[in-house]
């Protein structure tokens, strides 16, 4: 096993700061580890390999200018490579969003999200696939390929954020973004067997970000351990004045604190505990649950009474604001474009020929909602359901600091289940909507496995701008347990 992949993101930006192996060294080593994986896995869109390494060599001057004087700080994460969700803009990089009507789409600028990570020293190895705009919960909705999970090749890695989830859990890079309008950097973690967050809303920049669902969208990490994350965390959120939906909020100040959870009081969710849940699921969240006792947390049951509405709701919310957020991907502002005798005609055709058959279903679905005379009994009725959601959340975090439950009903499906079943794939989302409807932040880290050898996750739920709580909850969990430490087989193979 090649040494360097194998780190955590802390223990990559110990090496690169003590000089055990330098920038270019570790971006090689990705860039190998991808080359041996990337057949099988097809986790990334584009890389960027010329730009990585001479990026490296400046790092690494940095580095071994600081290590010398020791006087001048350096960034936080000097010469790190880190992957991106192909629905990020980098500047200069192609950002496809997984779909064919952006294969020609190079920004000229990046997302305040990895402008942040940037400026923290990142260097960024590619751009990781995903459901075309963020529509799907398997990376089977992409425009360009399948991405398979490290686990099991035959298993789906989750989505819409499969590719970063894939990579991180494939040692292909150390840590990456994600985005998460339903559960995309929450599903994908536990399908995975490793570590992600999703932010309150407006905790994050969304500028940059190719817009899914704009109430709903939220940009988050993924990394092998609930710390790591907690550390990019702490580097990208905060206010942004290009973002109106960005919170005027201080900047994070993460403090994990050891173990010790004495007076932590934990909510168990009877609505997550359903009948037709795999029996390793909730073996596995429940045991999670006692060991936080272990560690001092106390437990105690809540309700959501309304957790089974967040399905119909999510999905005539979402693709109506995605019916009006895909109507500037055209044919005319973005290339490439099918001619025609019309402008409606180009229209028609570069929408037709171009986007997939999901994304077409959410947009005529949102669209629908939209229209006259259904928008009050549709969209409308939804938007107050929603808030009584958000009203299920309020109230159980006045009795509990953070509530504990799965993450999906199972564990990775095999690619092609649930390809002419459309609703089956929307019901995998189940446990993960009800957060983003309301706006609450979410943290997802490995809690065990199934009888095939497949990961289990747990969710942890923090009221608005409490993801402090969940690091520290999920931190203290890893002290005490080696899920996160294990890896895919496929990687031992790969230098076999």
Not at 119 to 142: C, Q
Not at 341 to 354: D, I, K, L, Q
Not at 464 to 471: A, K, Q, R, W
Request: net charge negative.
């Amino acid at each position: 096993m090649n040494t360097i992949t194998g780190l955590t993101l802390s223990q990559l930006v110990h090496g690169l700061r003590t000089g055990d192996f330098s920038s270019r060294e570790a971006v090689q080593a990705y860039l190998e580890q991808i080359e041996r994986l990337e057949p099988n896995l097809h986790a990334f869109i584009s890389l960027a390999p010329e730009q990585a390494l001479a990026q490296a060599d400046i790092a690494d001057s940095r580095l071994a200018a600081w290590r010398k004087s020791g006087e001048n700080p350096i960034p936080p994460l000097l010469g790190v490579p880190m992957a991106i969700k192909d629905v990020l803009c980098v500047a200069g990089l192609r950002c496809t969003a997984g779909s064919r009507i952006l294969e020609n789409f190079i920004p000229p600028f990046s997302a305040t999200a990895v402008e942040r990570l940037l400026e923290a020293g990142i260097i960024v190895l590619g751009k990781t696939n995903t459901d075309e705009f963020a529509m799907g919960s398997s990376t089977e909705n992409s425009g360009y390929w399948v991405t398979h999970n490290p686990w099991n090749l035959e298993r789906v890695p989750g989505g819409s954020s499969g590719g970063s989830a894939a990579a991180v859990a494939a040692d292909m890079a150390p840590a990456a973004l994600g985005s998460d309008t339903g559960g995309s950097i929450r599903q994908p973690a536990a399908f995975c067997g490793i570590s992600g967050i999703k932010p309150t809303y407006g905790r994050v920049s969304r500028y940059g970000l190719i817009a899914y669902g704009s109430s709903l969208d939220c940009v988050g990490a993924f990394a092998r351990q609930v710390s790591d994350v907690a550390l990019i965390y702490s580097l990208i959120a905060g206010h942004d004045e290009r973002d109106a939906t960005s919170m005027d909020y201080p900047k994070p100040q993460v403090n994990l604190n050891g173990k010790d959870l004495k007076g932590l009081r934990v909510g168990i969710p009877d609505e997550y505990f359903i009948a037709g849940i795999q029996a390793e699921v909730e073996a596995s969240v429940r045991e999670a649950i006692q060991v936080l006792q272990t560690l001092g947390a106390a437990v105690e049951r809540v309700s959501l009474p309304h957790t089974e509405y967040a399905l119909p709701v999510y999905y005539l919310i979402a693709p109506a604001e995605a019916s009006a957020n895909l109507a500037r991907f055209d044919g005319i502002r973005y290339e490439p474009r099918s001619e025609a005798e019309s402008m409606w005609g180009v229209f028609y055709r570069t929408r037709g020929e171009r986007f997939g058959a999901e994304v077409k279903r959410r947009i005529m679905l949102g669209t629908y909602a939209l229209s006259a005379g259904y928008y009050d009994a549709y969209y409308g009725q939804a938007q107050k359901v929603r808030t009584l959601i958000k009203t299920d959340f309020e109230q159980a975090f006045e009795k509990v600091d953070l509530i504990a439950a799965p993450v999906a009903p199972s564990t990775a499906f095999p690619i092609g289940r649930h390809s002419d079943d459309p609703l089956a794939m929307y019901l995998e989302d189940i446990f993960t909507l009800p957060a983003n409807l309301a706006g609450v932040p979410g943290l997802v880290f490995p809690v065990g496995f199934d009888a095939n050898g497949l990961p289990v996750g747990m969710q942890l739920m923090g009221p608005h701008f409490g993801e402090d709580i969940l690091f520290k909850a999920g931190h203290a969990y890893q002290q005490v347990t080696d899920w996160h430490q294990r890896k895919p087989p496929l990687i031992d193979k790969a230098f076999t």
